[in-house]
């Protein structure tokens, strides 16, 4: 897939806007995925460590993205995409894509609870680096390879719950405690993963939004049709 062919409009980008929804059912954001992509396949795509296949991942999102700054800004839309400790380094060290991510107000960076030494926090001279020139979300939370700890120097806009943890300890008593202990730190919430009404209804009022099957994707460079606004 070459980007000159994909921002002509010659190649369709392959990349789809997923929406993340709010309670009230406006979508508040979309996340940026490779379309009918399973789990792991962007990092599979993304290639070993430090390669050169990871930088046109990520130009290509974010150039992408770029295109549709009209659309984010004008609807109020932020934008997440995820990145690797690979593509974190080339966020900070290089200045092309330091400058085309850093003039997207609306763009957020979502790493996952795999990302190296996560649970050290601003110890993490990568994860500092990264905080102190971006909006961060921190994606998977309760998938077992981290812990709250690693939320604790706030350093997260928005977490992002694991739909099987969701299911396995949203109807026990101690669910109450475990979204106030992550609630001190970061402004909200999203549970990943939902795929029917009925668990968008399940999900109490200190969780602001949800992500997942029920709500209709796009693809990206047709984000316009997206619709805005979901039946819940």
């Known amino acids: 897939m070459n980007l000159s062919e994909i921002l002509t409009g010659k190649v369709i980008s392959g ?14 954001a979309v996340k940026i995925r490779k379309d009918s992509a399973t789990p792991g396949w962007f990092f599979r795509q993304a290639g070993k460590p430090g390669n050169a296949q990871k930088k046109k991942v990520l130009k290509e999102q974010l150039s992408l993205i770029d ?19 690979d593509m974190a ?86 669910w109450p405690v475990i979204i106030k202990n992550i609630m001190r730190y970061c402004k909200f919430i999203i549970i990943e993963g939902v795929d029917s009404k009925e668990q968008c209804h399940a999900i109490e009022k200190d969780i602001r939004a949800v992500q997942g099957g029920c709500f209709k994707s796009v693809r990206l460079e047709n984000i316009e049709s997206l619709n805005k606004k979901f039946i819940l």
Do not use: H
């Not at 990349?15 to 508040?28: H, K, M, Q, S, T």
């Not at 190296?116 to 001279?125: A, C, E, F, M, V």
């Open 15 to 28: 990349y789809e806007a997923e929406p993340i929804v709010d309670r009230a059912g406006n979508v508040l």
């Open 67 to 85: 295109l549709k700054t009209a659309y984010f800004q004008n609807n109020n839309i932020l934008c997440s995409i995820n990145i690797d400790f």
């Open 89 to 174: 380094a080339i966020l900070i060290q290089e200045e092309e894509f330091a400058e085309l991510a850093k003039s997207k107000p609306f763009l957020r960076l979502e790493i996952s609870e795999g990302f190296p030494n996560l649970s050290d926090g601003r110890s993490n001279r990568v994860l500092q680096a990264l905080a102190e020139e971006y909006r961060l979300w921190l994606g998977d939370l309760g998938s077992g390879e981290s812990s709250l700890r690693a939320l604790q120097e706030n350093l997260y806009d928005a977490v992002k719950i694991d739909n099987d943890f969701f299911k396995i300890y949203s109807k026990s008593g101690i």
